[in-house]
């Protein structure tokens, strides 16, 4: 069996050698073997590698992809592992893209106001009105107020 250098390693799965010294600190690689100071892998190292970039690319942090790979019962398989962080994450996703869309929606807003200085945007939004004097109709269809958001909330 050829052991890998780091380098060798590296190339095949597409990351530097940085990060799999950092996968290592981190714990979620086995420290590897070393030969004059120089760490050697073993090929089925590659395959933990591409799990740990797969979970990558799902988002999941360091954290979370150590507890994937080490945080549950020996006899819990890999699709069980997974759903159970996937729900976790896609709970998250879902807040997040609710989030996004309220950015979203307060930026889309704010290109609206008429206000002439600051302190006039100050006391209208303290008192939860929109930064215009009349608002126009509201045509089917068309975006929420984020301001009108804030107001329901209280």
Same mark, same amino acid.
């Given at each position: 069996?050829?052991?890998?250098?780091?380098?060798?390693? #590296?190339r /095949?799965?597409?990351?530097a050698p940085? +990060? !799999?010294?950092y996968?290592?600190?981190?714990?979620?690689?086995p420290? &590897? @073997?070393?030969?004059?100071?120089?760490?050697?892998?073993?090929?089925?190292?590659?395959?933990?590698?591409?799990?740990?970039?797969?979970a990558?690319?799902?988002?999941f942090?360091?954290?979370?992809?150590?507890?994937?790979?080490?945080?549950?019962?020996?006899?819990?398989t890999?699709?069980?592992?997974?759903?159970a962080? #996937?729900? /976790?994450?896609?709970?998250?996703?879902? +807040? !997040?893209?609710a989030?996004v869309?309220?950015?979203k929606?307060?930026? &889309? @807003?704010?290109?609206?106001?008429?206000?002439r200085?600051?302190e006039d945007c100050?006391?209208?939004?303290?008192?939860?009105?929109?930064?215009?004097?009349d608002?126009?109709?509201?045509?089917?269809?068309?975006?929420?107020?984020?301001m009108?958001r804030?107001r329901k909330?209280?």
């Amino acid at each position: 069996m050829t052991a890998l250098s780091i380098g060798q390693v #590296a190339r /095949q799965v597409g990351v530097a050698p940085s +990060a !799999l010294r950092y996968y290592e600190k981190a714990g979620l690689l086995p420290v &590897a @073997a070393r030969a004059s100071q120089r760490r050697q892998y073993d090929k089925q190292i590659l395959g933990r590698i591409r799990i740990i970039l797969l979970a990558r690319d799902a988002g999941f942090t360091v954290s979370e992809t150590r507890t994937f790979l080490n945080g549950f019962d020996l006899g819990a398989t890999p699709a069980a592992r997974w759903r159970a962080m #996937a729900r /976790q994450k896609l709970a998250q996703l879902d +807040a !997040l893209i609710a989030r996004v869309a309220d950015m979203k929606a307060i930026l &889309a @807003a704010s290109f609206h106001c008429e206000c002439r200085r600051l302190e006039d945007c100050e006391r209208l939004i303290a008192a939860r009105k929109p930064c215009r004097p009349d608002p126009a109709p509201r045509r089917v269809g068309a975006a929420v107020d984020p301001m009108q958001r804030l107001r329901k909330k209280k």
